[in-house]
């Protein structure tokens, strides 16, 4: 148990409810000096895990606001502490108020994640499942708060577990083998490791081979509209805004800057650009454009070439269509203005073409049809997405470790040989779950958190 930790576990502003949260040894007795219940409890004395009705203090008896209280005892609470809520109303005075009186009581404040960090250290969460907390905070699409919720509730971990522990088991039966020669204990047959290795490559592979989905998932898609002026790339930009983020007007080159908008399309998440648009510039301004044009599709995942079908395809439209050819990124035609009559001579186009108008919306499903056939969901169970490079990392040296572990006793070597690369595997897959975590790193994790969670 450590000192008691107190935060606003909501938002800063104006809101209708907001929760204040303590954790750790002798929060109970912070807050029964803040807190009078309607019953004339004590506020150790509240039944636990249910809301009770009473008038929150400050240092000099006066009321703050009347809440509604909750006490969780340990260990059936999220840090494994005692821990306590009041929940307020929401107004930032009352909840900084009533923060001041917890802190006059005895409580400190909780520094970014600490409840959470609280909760992994105390053995109620792996690093998985906390590092999901803050994903499923941060969820900017139903899948990807889909996918966190599975992960909270321990999917990653039930796919490591199991090669962990086959790992661990072959490693300890090799030392104890070693360490106690009069014992009657059965050597470690090499089947009996290869199976072990086979299975856990076979998981890393899975895990690995999805992780650009996870990434998909979490951070989005970075997609670029490019096209010659006037072609209607704001308009496009706007309608999958769903509102008027970029001005469009009838002059060609109106856009002299890249514009970004986080949107989902088809189900998934793009961070998309609108560009302006390519073509010899006319002054030092729309050239500064053009450039920044071209470094936007540089780091892009996703191109939409976009270009007027009411008007015949000219050089500042196959110097689109070459950039995104030479580019080697996925890319999408975009024939826009479908409303209007439609030229001739378009030609065939080596890429996924979707007939739209901006304007009117007509042909939009189609285009984020064609985005979600481009980023499909994939058939991995929900929540063994790994969303963060870290824990891709931590994958990939394990799945390296066990692939020369393999090689090696293939290859005759001596089963301790082979269990020195079992044994780096097991650390990393240690990082991934926390179980061997440096505390450095998973400062680092949590330092990412909310004050508060």
Known sequence: MSEPIAA???????????????????????????????????????PPRCLTLGSLLDRSGAVIDHVLAVRFPAPHSYTGEDCAEFHCHGSPVVL??????LFEAGARQATAGEFTKRAFLNGQLDLTEAEAVIDLIDAETAAAARNAAAQLDGALRRVLEPLQDALLDVAARFYAVVDYPDEDIEDVRPEEIAAALSGGIASLDRLLSACRRGQVLKSGVRTVIIGRPNAGKSSLFNALAGFERVIVTDIPGTTRDTV????VCGGVLLR???????REARDAVESLGVERSRKAVENADLLF???????????????????????????????????LPQAAGRGDVDAPCVL??????????????????LFPDGDSAPG??????????????????????????????????????????????GELTGRAAKEELVSRIFSRFCVGK
């Open 96 to 101: 900084r108020e009533a923060l001041s009186a």
């Open 260 to 263: 970004e908008e986080a949107i």
């Open 305 to 339: 070439v976009v270009a007027d079908g009411n008007a015949p395809p000219d050089s500042d439209d196959a110097d689109a269509l070459r950039l995104a050819r030479e580019s080697g990124k996925p890319w999408i035609f975009v024939q826009n203005k479908s409303d």
């Open 356 to 373: 739209v108008s901006a304007k009117t919306g007509d042909g939009l499903p189609e285009l984020e049809a064609a985005v979600s056939a």
């Open 384 to 429: 063994t997405l790994l969303t963060d490079q870290r824990q891709e990392d931590a994958a990939r040296r394990a799945w390296e470790a066990l692939r020369r572990a393999g090689n090696a006793l293939q290859s005759g070597f001596t089963p301790d040989a082979v269990l020195t690369d079992v044994e780096e595997a097991l650390g990393a897959v």
């Open 8 to 46: 606003i576990a909501t938002g800063q502003s104006r809101c209708a409810i907001g929760i204040l949260r303590l954790s750790g040894d002798g929060c109970f007795a912070v807050c029964d000096k803040v807190f009078r219940a309607d019953s004339g409890k004590a506020f150790p004395a509240l």
């Open 272 to 278: 998309l650009t609108d560009t302006a648009g390519l």
